[in-house]
């Protein structure tokens, strides 16, 4: 029995050394650290477990102890070319071999991580918890109690948000969608941190819709169609100048207070007139349902787009939420990140192959909408300048500043090829004449000189107010809760 024993535990040596060689060989194909340096490659972790028979695995974030004959720690590695779906576990002497720095930086974040939780909790000895940590700690460390983060990967960096560009590997032997490859932008990743995966994986996960979205929206021919059924330019003011009863039939998500299908009447017909104006309700009464409700009205006029949308960055993400609620069949694209990321969007989102010939000004736009802060509208100036814009459309508009004191937004925006403007705000007009001087420039193009005009602080606040509201009268809309 004993040398029955001694040939059994043989085996098992020979079978583990013989998966440890799979291993290496597997992990030869790591992608070494791109131009971005080592830290562009991450070790994360996954919740996946492929047991082994008779393994007893205890896992930490990013790596695992295998009970064996020999303890075997293994980690798990995302290359920063594939996906948060891709990842894979590879023993720790090729990894340390491989990716000495950021193992190192991984160790030390986890370590970190754990002693703020073991000092919250009290433990004494919380330095040393933190070294030695119990399977306890690295779960409570790398598991939300919301579950938006599982064993330390975000589980919103697995939902895919768009798919960018397909390319077709050359392969005669398999059917078409079997060797299609599509570049996916992550949810909540930057358009820089998109990553290749075969079409059919994508689809495998549930995400082959936006596939056929990416199609769609690659599709010239789409808007040569909807071009045909819109108004003649001739015949935009006298469209413009109809009011219409009901709100428009596209909008999806509720229906429009009165008041606010009056503001939406109210910027048509300056639409169709070619005056800019400036929209001033009172905050809560819906000053971006109301924008996004024109945008939609100027459907059958003008077409869908493109129009642009400059807010503040804290804002970005309700403006999104607004479109994909009221407006989800509009093409919404929100204009931020890196340099690089933004190189990419612009490629990926902006004009049509097949127009690339023709000028900037002349090509059709694969977007309807573009969300923008003020940060990025002026860091982007160079691509947002070779579009002629239906609208544009900027919230909180008191940061514009004219004058001898430009701000470097003012100068960004005022040059825009565009249509019409429309200024929101709900700063009250009597508390920021200078700031509605300002305003008034932009949407104008005339500078305003107040002591001039007889708007010095010698003049009563009273009859400022009246010239004010009297020379603004055909560009400005405010509405006040009590009122509505």
Same mark, same amino acid.
């Given at each position: 029995r004993g040398a029955l024993r001694r040939e059994k535990a043989k085996r098992r040596t020979s079978r583990l050394n013989l998966a440890a060689k799979r291993a290496v060989a597997a992990a030869d194909g790591l992608a070494s650290p791109g131009p971005g340096g080592p830290d562009e490659e991450e070790v994360e972790s996954d919740s996946d477990e492929d047991a082994e028979e008779g393994a007893q695995r205890l896992r930490k974030n990013g790596k695992r102890h295998v009970a064996k004959l020999d303890a075997v720690t293994e980690y798990l590695i995302r290359s920063s070319t594939s996906s948060y779906w891709e990842v894979r576990w590879v023993p720790e002497q090729t990894v340390k071999f491989r990716l000495p720095r950021q193992i190192g930086k991984f160790e030390k974040r986890t370590e970190s991580i754990i002693e703020n939780i073991a000092y919250e909790k009290g433990i004494e000895d919380y330095a040393s918890a933190a070294r030695h940590p119990s399977v306890e700690l690295l779960h409570e460390a790398f598991n939300s109690a919301d579950g938006s983060l599982v064993d330390g990967i975000p589980v919103d960096s697995k939902e895919a948000d768009r798919v960018l560009a397909a390319k077709e590997e050359p392969s005669l032997a398999q059917p078409r969608e079997d060797n299609i490859r599509v570049l996916v932008k992550w949810r909540l990743m930057q358009y820089d941190e998109a990553t290749w995966m075969d079409l059919l994986l994508l689809r495998k996960l549930g995400f082959g819709a936006l596939y056929d979205a990416y199609l769609e929206r690659n599709d010239v021919s789409h808007v040569l169609a909807r071009e045909q059924e819109i108004v003649p330019a001739d015949m935009i003011r006298k469209t413009c100048r109809q009011q219409m009863e009901e709100q428009p039939p596209t909008l999806a998500f509720g229906k429009l207070h009165p008041f606010q299908l009056e503001g939406v009447n109210w910027l048509r017909y300056n639409f169709g007139q070619r005056n800019s104006v400036i929209l001033a309700d009172e905050m809560g009464l819906g000053k971006t349902v109301q924008v996004i409700a024109f945008i939609c009205s100027l459907e059958p006029v003008v077409g869908r787009g493109p129009h642009l949308v =400059?807010?503040? +960055? @804290?804002?970005?993400? $309700?403006?999104? $939420? !607004?479109? /994909?609620?009221? /407006?989800? %069949? +509009? $093409? =919404?694209?929100?204009?931020? *990140?890196? /340099? *690089? @990321? #933004?190189?990419? +969007? !612009? @490629?990926?989102?902006?004009?049509?192959?097949? !127009? /690339?010939? +023709?000028?900037? @000004?002349? #090509? %059709?736009?694969k977007f309807d909408v573009v969300v923008t802060s003020y940060e990025m509208a002026v860091l982007g100036r160079a691509m947002l300048s070779k579009i002629r814009w239906r609208t544009l459309i900027v919230d909180e508009a008191h940061r514009l500043k004219s004058g001898k004191a430009k701000s470097q937004l003012f100068q960004t925006l005022d040059p825009l090829d565009r249509r019409f403007t429309c200024l929101l705000t709900g700063t009250p007009l009597q508390n920021n004449l200078m700031e509605l001087f300002n305003l008034y420039q932009f949407i104008t193009g005339e500078e305003v000189d107040p002591d001039a005009e007889g708007y010095g602080d010698d003049v009563p606040q009273v009859e400022v107010i009246e010239k004010l509201h009297a020379k603004l009268k055909s560009h400005l809309l405010r509405r006040v809760k009590r009122d509505v």
């Open positions: =400059v807010i503040p +960055l @804290s804002t970005a993400q $309700n403006w999104m $939420n !607004e479109f /994909a609620r009221w /407006a989800p %069949h +509009l $093409n =919404v694209i929100q204009y931020h *990140g890196r /340099a *690089g @990321s #933004r190189k990419l +969007l !612009e @490629s990926c989102e902006f004009f049509y192959e097949e !127009e /690339a010939d +023709l000028k900037p @000004s002349k #090509r %059709h736009t």
